[in-house]
């Protein structure tokens, strides 16, 4: 059976290049620091995003969570969206582990928060409260259907950071996707931000592997943060080598995913009893929900998997399709197709 499996980006696997790179890559103790392969990735990374340092971390989760831990200390409070993915899917990480107190703030359509909002949560000294340390914000924006955040939102929150004190961090698992649809390069959306995540393993089909970027100061305090939770890795120059790959090559078609995943979106609009805001399609994520007294979105995921069609109910009437490498037109008309049958 044909599968066309939309559950998410984090799927793809890597491209012969990264086996070859992976294979041939030189390799050393990296938490000697010895790594030439990792170094040459993390200063690749940095570059890219007009960062003195990054740092090699195992997945999304560590990063953010390594990030958080190195700017805020027990009992600090962090202001974040409702749907950030931090708040949502790690499973209270920054809390169970850090004692780091989440303000959260909602999230608007279009994946920020209003600054008002966020404005108005930051706490006055007094004995009795946390201290705010930190906002976080996330580009694309997951839960909010890979929506994406613009540089002048991210300079107007900068102003707001610096007025107040405080610090940003940025969850850009899918940075470049955000890059890609905006025609910017992906340090214009870092620039108001003290740390970024970003991840390879997503759209940039790397295996393993996420960055966290930042000043000098704060990479070398970060490194601590990710050996205490487990995540000094040895000769990890094997997994540096797909990111390199994937920075190197997996950015640009990036482009494409956006394509599919606006004919994607185009098609299930066609849909009776599918709703969907075509606006909110700006990268590779389709949200979209289903209004049926005959068939909840669990069941439809159940009948279209039995049909080779893969995708996620992500909670109440919502569903998410992702598109990325290894998808291709053909592939998004055959699942249009069999969920057209389906509602038929
Ligand atoms: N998101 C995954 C799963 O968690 C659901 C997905 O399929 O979208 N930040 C953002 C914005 C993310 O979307 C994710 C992963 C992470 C962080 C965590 O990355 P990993 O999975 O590498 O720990």
Do not use: W
């Not at 969570?65 to 749907?83: A, F, K, M, P, Q």
């Not at 004692?99 to 994946?111: A, K, S």
């Not at 008002?116 to 000294?125: K, L, Q, T």
Request: net charge negative; proline share 4%.
């Amino acid at each position: 059976m044909k599968i066309v499996d939309l559950r998410s980006d984090t799927v793809t696997k890597p491209t012969p290049e990264m086996r070859r790179a992976m294979a041939e890559a030189e390799v050393g103790d990296d938490v000697f620091g010895e790594d030439p392969t990792v170094n040459r990735l993390q200063e690749m990374a940095a570059e890219r995003l007009d960062k003195e340092a990054c740092l090699l971390v195992a997945s999304g989760t560590m990063g953010n969570l390594v990030s958080l831990l190195t700017h805020c200390g027990r009992g600090d409070e962090v202001i974040l969206g409702d749907n950030a993915h931090t708040y949502n899917y790690e499973q209270g990480g920054i809390a169970a582990l850090g004692g780091i107190h989440p303000r959260v703030v909602p999230n608007l359509p279009d994946g920020t928060m209003n600054l008002d909002d966020i404005e108005a949560a930051i706490r006055p000294e007094n004995i009795h409260f946390p201290r705010t340390r930190l906002i976080a914000v996330e580009n694309t924006h997951n839960r909010m259907g890979g929506v994406v955040l613009t540089p002048g939102y991210m300079a107007s929150l900068g102003d707001l950071a610096r007025r107040h004190g405080l610090r940003i961090h940025l969850d850009g698992a899918r940075i470049f996707n955000a890059s890609v649809a905006l025609g910017v390069p992906a340090a214009d959306l870092a620039r108001d931000a003290d740390s970024v995540m970003f991840c390879l393993s997503k759209g940039l089909s790397a295996p393993v592997g996420s960055l966290v970027c930042g000043s000098a100061d704060f990479i070398a305090e970060a490194t601590r943060a990710r050996k205490v939770v487990g995540g000094g890795m040895r000769q990890a120059g094997i997994i540096a080598a797909a990111g390199i790959v994937a920075l190197n090559s997996m950015v640009d078609r990036l482009a494409e995913d956006h394509a599919n995943a606006r004919f994607l979106a185009e098609g299930l609009a066609e849909f009776p009893g599918v709703a969907i805001d075509l606006g909110s399609v700006q990268t590779d994520i389709v949200i979209f929900a289903l209004h049926r007294p005959d068939m909840t979105p669990q069941q439809l995921a159940e009948i279209m998997a039995e049909r080779g069609v893969l995708f996620l109910p992500i909670g109440g009437d919502r569903m998410r399709m992702v598109t990325h490498y290894g998808i291709e037109r053909e592939d998004i008309a055959y699942a249009l197709e069999q969920i057209r049958q389906v509602l038929a």
